[in-house]
Structures are given as C-alpha cells and as structure tokens.
C-alpha cells in the first residue's frame, strides 16, 4: 500500500502529452490511446486495418458524497485530464486451468498503461491496455492518494462507439435478470424490439433503457467481422450494461444500482473490472478466445485438490415440469420455520425429495457414471419461498421428514457417488449469511461437495439488485466461504460471470441465462445453444442442465410446453455447451427407453485437455471437437439452428497413425425438433486422422460423435 | 399456527357491532372502544375523567405488493370495518426481572380484544387494548388467513389526539439519529424550533417532517397531566415516530422506512409493538411505571445466571476528549485489513489502547470494586472507520500490536476483574454479521462476557436506516447469537429501546440519546438529565456513563468543551440514570484528586430490590432512593437543572427502629456548574425513620447518599 504522501512527490514531474499506440503480438489490433482537447481520455480500435471501436471517451461521474470534504462535492473523472506518462509491455506465459477447455492457456499481450493526471483536482489514474491477438481489455485504475480515498461512481462512462448498425445478439438491459429470449437485430432495431423482448413474467425484473442491453453482447458487422464486448473480473464493482446511443451507434457503460440508486463505493487502492473488446473476421475465434480467463488474475486457493469435474443427475427436471413439488405440505398459507413441527404436518404426497425416489436416483447415478445427484426440496421452507420478500425463508439444514440426511448420503457414498446440495436463497442474502457457516458445516459432516445455489425474486436487503456491487460481493462471499469448506459452487440467477473461475476454481458453474428449465416454460428457440456459446459462455460455463430425450412434456405430464431440440441435439450440448458440471437433467426413466443414445452421455467426458472448434456462426450452428482430460480420446458435437446444417468435421486434430473406433450420434434422417425428435441412428465405424464426416444436422437438431483411440 | 381454512368457519359468525369500554383495575383510567360510521377503528382514553386521548383513529395504509395477487394491490386496514367479537378480560401477576430497579414487578391490567371484520375484503385484525392503573398499551395483531398473508406496510396510521397545547419534551423525528438536544415547548412550538433542533452535524440524519418528533415523548398539559407516549415490544416492525398536525393537536404514527421507502414486511400470524400511553397527575408515576417491561415477553432465555450488573470503567473518555486516539497509525489515508501488516506500520504513539494503560486501568478497577473495563480502540480498522460508508471496516479479533489481547485478559482475570468487549460497527452491519460469531468465539475464548457495540455513521446496506424494521432485527439478531455464547449487550446507537431486555436480559444498556460523549461535544445542557428518564429511559436502561469529576476538558485537554454539571450532580447520576451498566467514566488520575467524592461510586450499587421516586419533574429535578440489591442499604440521588433545588427527602422508606449510617455527598454552598463545579461537601451522621433531609442542590448540581443499614 503506497504511502499518502505517494502524490506530493509527482506534483513536480514534468507532465507529457503523449498520444499511445500498441499492437496486438500478431499486429493485426491497433489499440490508439490519446487525450482530446477538453483532456478526456479516448480510444480507438482497429482489426487488420478495419475500424472496431470508432474513437470513444472513458472516464466516469462521480456522485456527490455527503462525507467527502467539500472540496471534492461535485466532481468526476470525465475530462480535465493530462497524460503524464505512459508505459509500454509485453507479457507472455502459459497456465493451467484447474480444469477448462485446454490443458493449458497462453496470456500474451502487449501493455500500454497512461497514467493520467487530472490538474483542477489534483488526481491522478491510470488507465491500462492490453491488448492480445484476440481482442483487447482495458480498465481503469485508482491509485491510493489523499485526494481520492474514498469515492462513489454515479456512472461509469466508457464509450464503445461502433463504426456501423451492426447485427447483434442481445438481451435487455435489466438490474435483475438475464433469463430472456436473445434477439437477433440490427442495432437501429434493438428499441423498435425493446418491450417485447422484456421477460416480464420473470420473478425480479428492472430494465432501465429502450437502448440498453447486457454483455456479453454478440455483434457482426455488415463486412463480417464478428466483435463482442464483455468485461472481466468484475470484483467488488456493479455489472455492466450498455446503452445504445443509437443514432450515433455508440455504446456507453450502465452500471447496476444499489438501493440508493449509486453504482459504487470505492475506496483507493482499487481497480475497475476488464472492460474488453474481442474481435475477428471468424466466428470460431469468438468461442476459443481465452481473453476473459487471461484477464482474472492468477488461482487464489493453495489447495485445488478438492476441485473435479462432474457428471450428475438430480431430482429436479420433474418439478420444474409440474409432475411433483420442491414443498412438502398444502396446510399453511404461509410458513415459519420457527413454529412448525414439521413431523406433524400433513404431507401433500408430491414431495419429490423423499427418501425412495432419491434412492432411486442414486442407483441411476451409480449405474451409469455420474458423479452427484442433485436433490432440490430437501430442506423445509418451500411452502411460501417464493416472490414473498420473506427474510426467514431457509434455515438450509432442516430436511423435511421423508428425506434422511444421513442415510441417503451413506447410501450415496456406499454406490460410490455423492449428492449434490442445494441451497435455494430466495434471494434473502441475509438471511444466506446468517447461515452460510451451518449449511457448510453440515455439507461438510454428510460429505457433500457442491452446492447449487439460487436467487429467486427480489433481492433483501430490499431495494438491492441482483448485480449491483453488493450483490457481486455477495456471490463472491459465498464462494470463498465454500472454498473454506472444500465445496464447489454453482450458482443460478446469480450474476454473469466474467472469469472469476480462473482465480476461484470451485466457481464450477452458474445459471445467469435461460436455461433447459424454460423448455418447460414456454420453451426456448432452437437457435438459443447456438447463441449461447457467443455470450453468456464468454465469461464462464453454464449449467444449462442439458440432457433432455423426451421433449413433449405433455407425454408424461400437464405441461403443454415442450423442448425445441432433437433427440441428437441434446447431446451436442455436452460438447458446444462447455461446463466442468453437465447434468443429464431427463428423468431415469427416459433414458431407460433411449440406453443406446445415453451411451454417449455416459461416455462424454466433462474435462478436457483441448478443444478445436470447427465450425461457428451465431445463432447458426457450433462444431466443436474437444480431448478429454488425461486421454487421447477425442469427442465431437455439433448443434444448429432451426435451419438444419451440414457438417463437414475434418478429423485432423487425430494422432498419426493411429485408429479410433468412432461412434456417431447423428438425426434421423426424417429428424425435427417439433415434428420428429427423437429420430436419430447410431454408426460405428473405425477412423484415422485425415479422415473426414459429413453429418446432417436435423432442423434444431445436432450430432455427437466419440473416438476411442485404439 | 392456525390452518388455511380458519376464516371459512368465521364466514357464518353473526357480525356484532358494539363498542367497548374497558377500566385500569382502579378505575381511574377509562378506554373506549368503538367503529365509527366509515367503519374506522377509534378509540380515546380518559384519566380521572379528563380527557387524555380525544377520540382517535386506528389502522394502517398498505402498499401496493406486486407479488400478491391483483385483487389486494390497492388496498388499506383503515376502514370499513365491522366488530365482530370483543373479548374483556384481567390479568393479575408478578414477576421477577433479572435485574432491575424492584425485586418485583406486578402485571395488572384489564384487556379488550376487538375482533375487526373488513367485509370488503373478507379480512380480520384484532385490535388489543391493555389499560393499567398507569396507562394503556394497544396493539393491532393480524392472524393467519388466506386474504392477509404477507403484507407491506405502507404506513401505520395510528392516531393520538391531544386534547390541547401541552408542553413536551421532544427530539425531532429522525430516522438515524436520537442524539438531539431535547426541547422543551408546547406542540405549537415545535414547527418553529424544528429546524434549529435537528442535530445537522450528527453522522447520519434523516429528518422527515417539521413537526415530526421521537417518542417516548413527554408531555404535560396545561392544567397538570402528564402523558407520556411511546412503544413496548418493538420486534422485527418499524421504530415509531409521531407526526403532529398542529392544528388538531393530533398525533399520528410516522414508521421509519427501508431503502425503498417501506415501512414493513409482514406474514401473518403477526402483531404490532404495543403503542403506550401513560398518563398521571403525579410526574413520579411516570418514572415508577413498568408499563413498557409489563407489554414485553417474559425472558426467553433459560439460564440468565451469567447476566450481572456491572460497574466498569474504561479507555474511552480521553480518546472522546481528544486526548489520544482509537487509531494506531497516521500512515496511510485509508486501510484495507487484508493488505496491511500491522507489525510493519509505524505508530504514530497516541494510541490509547495500549497495554501499559490498560494494565493501570485493570488495577484501578481491580483496586476500587469496578467489575470491568472497557477498551475502545483495541482492533485494527479505527484508520478510517468513521463516515466512509466502508464495508469491510472491522474484522472485531485482530488486535493491534500494542495490545495483547490474551496477556491483558489474563492479567484482568487475575486482578478478578473482566476486559469488556467492543465492537463499533461503523454501520456496516454486513461486514459485523459476517464476522460476529467469530468475534463471539473469541471474546468466549479470552473471557469476556460483555460488548459495548456501535453504530456510527450511515447503514450498509447502503438505503437504509438506523430505526427500520431490517435494522431492529439486525440488532436483536446480535442481542441473540450474543445470547448464545452467554454475552451481554450494550448497543450503542441503535434504535430506541422498547422494554425487550425483559425478554432477553441480556440486552444490559444502550444509547439512543444524547450520553455524556456530547460533554466533550459543546455540552449538554444541565436539564437532560432530569428529562432523559421521562424519554429515553421509558424503554430500558442507559449506558450513559456519568461519573465526570473533572468538568472543565481544558483543564488537561485541548478541548475546550465542558461538563454541565457539578461533582455531585455526577455523583447523583448513578441513581438518577437507573441503569444495571454503570460507568465511572473520567479518568483514574481525575478521580485519585477527589476519591473522598469516589468513595459513593464505589459504594453505590447498581442492581435494586426497591425503588422510590420521592420528587420529579420533567426538565427540573429527579430525586430517587433505592434499596441495593440483597442487602438492606439504601442510596439516594437528586439532580436538578440550571436553577437548583431544594430536596426534602424523608426517610419513610427506612425499616423502622434500625439505625443507617448515612453520608451525604453534596454541593457546596457556593457551587455551581459553570463556576464552582467541584464544591462540594461530605457529611457523616446516623438516621432513621422518619428523619428528613433537606439538601441545597446548586444550579445543575445533585447530591447522593448512602445509607448502610447497622
């Protein structure tokens, strides 16, 4: 930590007015920095000579502080400014991920930090490029100094400016919630599309601009180059979105609000997240960049032992269909854990978390090489959990009487499999907190290793939203409580994640998107896993929970809404959705009907130590081969759109001369996800590198494909 | 609990439509009961037949919840409502307090339940009346049923009609702070005075109306009735403030709001605190009443052998003066606890918790019959704890390094005296949940069995407020984890208290109100004494830490603020300020000048078997003898204000034929607060029966005696 009187010294530097430039290592991105006349700190962007990000300002509002000395009332960090030094560097190393697509990764990029210095206030910052063959990632740094101690941001306002109405893939802006359908628009379109985008029947929504929209945010423009612009590392800071100015097609920051409608309270030495630019002129390079995770900094857990991949199934999928219930009793309005013998009440009978049925899932999951299964509606409080803003909502310890915490998971272990806990909050984070050390302690003394938390509905401390700078330390809290624990963490409805993973590994999984569950809501387009990958995968994998055989729910249930998939589609997911956490979300009983095609679900490996991906388009379809962690098999999966595709996989990335027995899931060849999907044929054949397959993707279909080496 | 299908029985009930009256058990209080033609609950209350409360409105707005279910969006518990069924009844007992100021407590009071229809919305309240010989208490109590299950509070509209321009003694309303000056004017007055009133520099205010005022609010009317509004039983609800209309005179309820601007969260079953109302013609009854403790809850805690009285000194008054501080170090502008090495900064050799000064507080205390001592300062974060609206400000187990937490606890245990814990919170009652069972854990493991807690400064979660339904949770939330680990409380800052320490006793203290600290902010005025036990100390006890022999700060400071009282207007304080916590709060060196004058603080007990207020009167003097605890000594105190008094304490309360040593503490002839504080006189002689003292207090001056029983 500098000293305070750090500045007094810098007073008598001589002060540069430098403009910057900085090349990616390939040379292909030109990152120019300067100051403009009025001395705001500006940007622009190039990709092979092509413009990506016209010039555009940095620099943020800061609020009025009642407690800041008067001298710095009314102030921002917008213009004024002067560069008073600059430093170029070049970094370049290799590192491991705990587990990840590859076995290792390279972070190699080119730096230009500007220091600059803000005269009327006697400030100074630092804003930091680097900029890697991939796309860049800028933040902004705060420097510990008397002069800026403690501030709060009334708005960041970093500009994007695009250079055109590109096409993008987008969702609305919203303080709350990213479970909408994406939309596919020119950038002029996106307010003319605004309203009926909105998720309104989502338990929490807060959108706040007809131009405002969330990252990871997709875009092609009309010459073909693909740019996303995301963040990374977002600590202790708000999340992002971006408001469309869209007559001018510039983007600026919009940070989430806390209950008093500020965007950050920050106190020097601090850093804002990774703002970051990705660009290419092939859509592949969007899903194999490693930009976000070189961003993060370095692992923080000393021991990462605990930590492992994980195939699981759950009591889950015939709740959120309607078919059974996460509550236990219809005898109250409402409940308070207080004051209920819960051996007293009358069961409703549709309480799926009983002690038969989880039974049963063990020996599903112990059968047939998963991991975990996930058991929701174990604990009591599901009687009135939801969208009541109720504080005392979960204890997170007390089973329900048909559920036998310790002999489930004494059978659980006898087969050889764990369960997975649950912890559904309701969105009461304080009332979480105040049990967080319990539920832990009590994962610890069953043997549990994982949770899957939830934020279900208005956050409490009411008036606090779900990705404001509160809540993101909320969710990081969690996660670092559970490291304590050895526990990994997967985490729904909590913020999209921007790369944390790197540097807390046990942040295995999250929801922060639409996911398999809304197939039972209405359902979700079939381009939506062919988006998904270009977005909200960006900063982080998804528990989409994919899996799902029997996609007409109305053949085992009410629910009149079904999946729009094939049958092969549902296990290209297991390749084109990366995650370290995959479930096979269907029920036993499904797959029982389908054991050859679940072959491949038992087989697919959730861990990797390469991945190529061979074909991309957004919202078109995804061609991905990946090597499974510690073996020279290879698995490869294929997903499109409702327009059908044709996949031509080119086996390259083989060993020489060696043979593979290659299985091939592909649709039948009258496959349809509305019409026909459970249509697919199974082939195999031997294969050598060099050799190549055509595969026809059904309409809202895919393939998957595994290669034994020999 | 009550089932879902309560109401539907009700359904068929003959609707009654009476009024109600109900009596105090001596008759002299008169309550009445009644629907008026709207259908609007109203009630007023009479005292030997005089008008104390005119006929007044009950009820509350709610607000829209868009959750519930469309039909309740819009809609009140004002009016149209129809009685349904009341219920009278009387309630005779005594109980025990575990400390207090009588050995018992009688309970005795008549009851009125009106049971309220709202056919409108086929909903029921019960509105309870409890009037005692000293006052009443009512409540609105709201049963489980399926149309009123949760519920926002928009606003409580509870009225309170004053029957004329009465004098009160008023704070003005404000949702964070209650450390104002108290005023003394009639309700007419208040509009003019407010502003003036507000404490502006306070580090958190949030004033809400010109003629809004806290309670408990004091009052006397014109033609000598003292009334006395406030509430009893303030649990997990909204701290109430009254909002005057001063052209009625009418009161009406004024709930302190969340961040979003709401009152309260409720499920039903649930209740209101009690709202009070006590009245006499005798302003000693207002001081004698146990009203307020009677509405509580008996004790919820099965063993309260570990709660004590406590007489504690400590190191706090010279870091409130300015003298030295709480921080270590002036190295940096601000800390953070994670990056810093408290072994490496440079102290900048003020700091005031040290083990050297600690140690010779241990003996003072050890040497003088002081039970404890507290020690302010003692933890890493005082750096820049103050203002900053900082979240991680406190982690309450690290030390500096110049205190070592295990010696000096064990050098206090072997003295036989114990360290009192604190914990300021700065607010961030976040960052204090985190980490309290830790900090609970260690003061187990070190031996304390005491916590002073703060709560300067604005709240995080940033919004809301000190008095709001969330924060009265957070702060009996700490009262029980504190409860748990056998720790007593002592909350400063926090809200008002409403009787609960007769619920959980181990709530020992509390600020709320202006204390001696504001001696060393420009004074307090010599009156607030003589009126803090008819307002803030209706509720519980104060931790106000008297004892201050030594007025004038400049005499070994440089502050030039001074004590408005004399040496035995301190001395009085220790009967005067009923509190089982008591403070010698000036300095062992201050003391060692004058320890004829400390031998009462010495001998003065702080846990009572009896208690008698022989003179009061609102702002003027306060003149009390109680019965120490277990023995048969009495001690008696007189505090007047700026005018003196003449006391005649007749010693009826004497058992009859014994002989008391008695020694007499009192002003000297020419004494005085501003001029001649530390004159004063020490008499010895023998008493009994029926002997009168007749004792000169000076200008803002006291007396005390003692009287040991032969």
Same mark, same amino acid.
């Given at each position: 930590?500098?000293?305070?009187?750090?500045?007094?010294?810098?007073?008598?530097?001589?002060?540069?007015?430098?403009?910057?430039?900085?090349?990616?290592?390939?040379?292909?991105?030109?990152?120019?920095?300067?100051?403009?006349?009025?001395?705001?700190?500006?940007?622009?962007?190039?990709?092979?000579?092509?413009?990506?990000?016209?010039?555009?300002?940095?620099?943020?509002?800061?609020?009025?502080?009642?407690?800041?000395?008067?001298?710095?009332?009314?102030?921002?960090?917008?213009?004024?400014?002067?560069?008073?030094?600059?430093?170029?560097?070049?970094?370049?190393?290799?590192?491991?991920?705990?587990?990840?697509?590859?076995?290792?990764?390279?972070?190699?990029?080119?730096?230009?930090?500007?220091?600059?210095?803000?005269?009327?206030?006697?400030?100074?910052?630092?804003?930091?490029?680097?900029?890697?063959?991939?796309?860049?990632?800028?933040?902004?740094?705060?420097?510990?100094?008397?002069?800026?101690?403690?501030?709060?941001?009334?708005?960041?306002?970093?500009?994007?400016?695009?250079?055109?109405?590109?096409?993008?893939?987008?969702?609305?802006?919203?303080?709350?919630?990213?479970?909408?359908?994406?939309?596919?628009?020119?950038?002029?379109?996106?307010?003319?599309?605004?309203?009926?985008?909105?998720?309104?029947?989502?338990?929490?929504?807060?959108?706040?601009?007809?131009?405002?929209?969330?990252?990871?945010?997709?875009?092609?423009?009309?010459?073909?180059?693909?740019?996303?612009?995301?963040?990374?590392?977002?600590?202790?800071?708000?999340?992002?979105?971006?408001?469309?100015?869209?007559?001018?097609?510039?983007?600026?920051?919009?940070?989430?609000?806390?209950?008093?409608?500020?965007?950050?309270?920050?106190?020097?030495?601090?850093?804002?997240?990774?703002?970051?630019?990705?660009?290419?002129?092939?859509?592949?390079?969007?899903?194999?960049?490693?930009?976000?995770?070189?961003?993060?900094?370095?692992?923080?857990?000393?021991?990462?032992?605990?930590?492992?991949?994980?195939?699981?199934?759950?009591?889950?999928?015939?709740?959120?269909?309607?078919?059974?219930?996460?509550?236990?009793?219809?005898?109250?309005?409402?409940?308070?854990?207080?004051?209920?013998?819960?051996?007293?009440?009358?069961?409703?009978?549709?309480?799926?978390?009983?002690?038969?049925?989880?039974?049963?899932?063990?020996?599903?999951?112990?059968?047939?090489?998963?991991?975990?299964?996930?058991?929701?509606?174990?604990?009591?409080?599901?009687?009135?959990?939801?969208?009541?803003?109720?504080?005392?909502?979960?204890?997170?310890?007390?089973?329900?009487?048909?559920?036998?915490?310790?002999?489930?998971?004494?059978?659980?272990?006898?087969?050889?499999?764990?369960?997975?806990?649950?912890?559904?909050?309701?969105?009461?984070?304080?009332?979480?907190?105040?049990?967080?050390?319990?539920?832990?302690?009590?994962?610890?003394?069953?043997?549990?290793?994982?949770?899957?938390?939830?934020?279900?509905?208005?956050?409490?401390?009411?008036?606090?939203?779900?990705?404001?700078?509160?809540?993101?330390?909320?969710?990081?809290?969690?996660?670092?409580?559970?490291?304590?624990?050895?526990?990994?963490?997967?985490?729904?409805?909590?913020?999209?994640?921007?790369?944390?993973?790197?540097?807390?590994?046990?942040?295995?999984?999250?929801?922060?998107?639409?996911?398999?569950?809304?197939?039972?809501?209405?359902?979700?387009?079939?381009?939506?896993?062919?988006?998904?990958?270009?977005?909200?995968?960006?900063?982080?994998?998804?528990?989409?929970?994919?899996?799902?055989?029997?996609?007409?729910?109305?053949?085992?249930?009410?629910?009149?809404?079904?999946?729009?998939?094939?049958?092969?589609?549902?296990?290209?997911?297991?390749?084109?959705?990366?995650?370290?956490?995959?479930?096979?979300?269907?029920?036993?009983?499904?797959?029982?009907?389908?054991?050859?095609?679940?072959?491949?679900? %038992?087989? +697919?490996?959730?861990?990797? &130590?390469?991945? $190529?991906?061979? =074909? *991309?388009?957004? /919202?078109?379809?995804?061609?991905?081969?990946?090597?499974?962690?510690?073996?020279?098999?290879?698995?490869?999966?294929?997903?499109?759109?409702?327009?059908?595709?044709?996949?031509?996989?080119?086996?390259?990335?083989?060993?020489?001369?060696?043979?593979?027995?290659?299985?091939?899931?592909?649709?039948?060849?009258?496959?349809?996800?509305?019409?026909?999907?459970?249509?697919?044929?199974?082939? %195999?054949? +031997?294969?050598?590198?060099? &050799?190549?397959? $055509?595969?026809? =993707? *059904?309409?809202? /279909?895919?393939?998957?494909?595994?290669?034994?080496?020999?």
């Amino acid at each position: 930590m500098k000293r305070r009187f750090y500045l007094a010294s810098l007073l008598f530097l001589p002060l540069l007015a430098l403009a910057g430039t900085v090349k990616s290592p390939n040379g292909q991105i030109v990152l120019d920095f300067s100051v403009d006349g009025q001395g705001r700190p500006t940007y622009e962007m190039t990709y092979k000579g092509r413009a990506v990000v016209a010039p555009s300002h940095l620099g943020l509002e800061l609020a009025r502080d009642k407690h800041a000395s008067k001298k710095f009332e009314e102030t921002d960090l917008l213009a004024g400014f002067q560069i008073k030094d600059e430093q170029q560097s070049t970094f370049d190393e290799t590192w491991e991920p705990v587990w990840g697509e590859t076995k290792i990764i390279r972070n190699h990029y080119n730096e230009l930090a500007a220091v600059l210095w803000q005269p009327r206030e006697a400030r100074e910052i630092v804003i930091r490029f680097r900029v890697y063959d991939d796309g860049i990632g800028f933040r902004y740094e705060f420097p510990q100094q008397q002069n800026l101690n403690y501030f709060i941001i009334k708005e960041e306002k970093t500009q994007f400016a695009m250079t055109g109405d590109h096409t993008a893939w987008w969702l609305p802006g919203d303080y709350d919630t990213q479970e909408q359908k994406t939309q596919e628009t020119r950038l002029s379109e996106i307010r003319g599309r605004f309203h009926d985008a909105v998720n309104w029947d989502n338990s929490s929504v807060a959108v706040f601009s007809e131009t405002g929209v969330q990252t990871a945010l997709q875009m092609k423009s009309q010459d073909g180059l693909y740019i996303n612009i995301h963040e990374a590392a977002c600590l202790d800071y708000a999340t992002m979105h971006l408001d469309l100015n869209d007559t001018t097609m510039t983007f600026t920051s919009h940070l989430t609000p806390d209950a008093t409608g500020l965007k950050g309270c920050m106190q020097t030495p601090c850093t804002s997240p990774w703002r970051t630019v990705m660009v290419s002129d092939d859509a592949r390079d969007m899903l194999s960049s490693n930009l976000i995770l070189n961003l993060n900094e370095p692992c923080k857990l000393d021991d990462t032992s605990w930590i492992h991949p994980t195939k699981y199934c759950g009591v889950w999928w015939e709740m959120i269909v309607g078919k059974s219930n996460w509550h236990y009793t219809d005898d109250y309005p409402s409940v308070k854990l207080d004051q209920i013998d819960w051996q007293q009440v009358k069961p409703h009978g549709r309480h799926a978390a009983n002690n038969e049925k989880v039974r049963r899932y063990i020996d599903f999951a112990a059968d047939n090489g998963l991991n975990e299964v996930l058991v929701e509606g174990w604990n009591v409080g599901w009687e009135d959990w939801a969208n009541m803003w109720k504080r005392d909502v979960f204890d997170f310890v007390t089973p329900y009487p048909d559920f036998d915490l310790k002999a489930l998971n004494d059978y659980a272990h006898q087969r050889g499999v764990k369960l997975l806990m649950h912890h559904e909050t309701s969105s009461s984070t304080q009332n979480y907190e105040r049990h967080l050390e319990d539920a832990l302690n009590l994962m610890n003394r069953y043997g549990y290793d994982a949770v899957k938390t939830g934020y279900v509905g208005d956050i409490i401390p009411r008036g606090d939203h779900h990705f404001s700078q509160s809540m993101n330390n909320h969710y990081l809290y969690v996660v670092q409580q559970a490291a304590r624990h050895h526990v990994m963490v997967n985490s729904h409805e909590a913020t999209r994640p921007t790369g944390l993973c790197r540097t807390y590994p046990n942040l295995v999984g999250g929801e922060s998107a639409r996911g398999t569950e809304y197939e039972a809501f209405g359902g979700n387009n079939p381009d939506h896993t062919c988006i998904l990958p270009f977005t909200r995968l960006q900063g982080g994998p998804m528990d989409y929970t994919p899996g799902i055989f029997v996609t007409r729910l109305s053949e085992w249930s009410d629910n009149t809404s079904w999946a729009r998939l094939t049958l092969c589609g549902s296990l290209a997911l297991y390749l084109t959705m990366y995650s370290p956490l995959q479930m096979a979300a269907d029920l036993p009983e499904h797959y029982a009907r389908f054991m050859d095609a679940f072959q491949f679900i %038992k087989d +697919v490996a959730c861990d990797w &130590d390469d991945s $190529r991906y061979l =074909e *991309a388009e957004p /919202g078109d379809y995804i061609t991905v081969a990946r090597k499974a962690k510690g073996t020279d098999n290879w698995f490869v999966g294929g997903k499109c759109d409702e327009q059908g595709h044709k996949a031509v996989v080119r086996l390259d990335f083989l060993d020489k001369g060696r043979k593979y027995d290659c299985t091939i899931y592909q649709d039948g060849k009258d496959a349809h996800y509305e019409t026909n999907p459970q249509s697919y044929v199974i082939t %195999k054949k +031997v294969v050598k590198q060099g &050799d190549v397959l $055509r595969l026809t =993707e *059904a309409p809202g /279909g895919g393939f998957a494909v595994s290669l034994m080496a020999r």
